[in-house]
């Protein structure tokens, strides 16, 4: 068996059993967030994501959150039920939170990366 395919035996397991589902999404990835801080607590920045338990709210649609799944401290992927003019679909996301817990970068796409900034608690 050739040396490298073993490794990659042995490492595959090791990368999915660190993925765990959540009950609900982790209080560190929790808040509002936006590319412009400018326009935390407005609806001015199409950006604006706002993340609670077990809801999930973008600039023009929002829904329940169906599957939450981290992995480690910084890793997020969620799957939910959003609506908003006038549709409804299943949408699948996937964000990576800075070490300082400042920034939430959308790596659904790995060429497209989208950072967002965590707003103040109490923003208007």
Known sequence: MNRWFALILIFIP????AAEQ????PVQFQGEWNSNLKHC??????S???????????Y???????????????ELALISKLS????????????RLSADRSKLTDV??????????R?????K
């Not at 908003?84 to 964000?95: I, P």
């Not at 659904?108 to 900034?117: A, C, G, L, M």
């Not at 707003?119 to 923003?123: A, D, L, Q, R, V």
Request: glycine share 8%; hydrophobic share 30%; aromatic share 10%.
């Open 41 to 46: 607590g407005t609806n001015l920045n199409d």
């Open 22 to 25: 959540q009950k609900s999404v």
């Open 119 to 123: 707003c103040p608690k109490n923003s």
């Open 84 to 95: 908003g003019e006038g549709g409804n679909w299943l949408s699948y996301r996937q964000y």
């Open 60 to 74: 023009e649609s929002n829904g329940p959150i169906k599957a939450i799944v981290t992995e480690g401290q910084f």
């Open 108 to 117: 659904t796409n790995e060429n497209s990366k989208f950072v967002r900034y």
């Open 14 to 17: 090791m990368s999915v059993a």
């Open 48 to 58: 604006r994501l706002i993340l609670s338990a077990a809801h999930i709210q973008f």
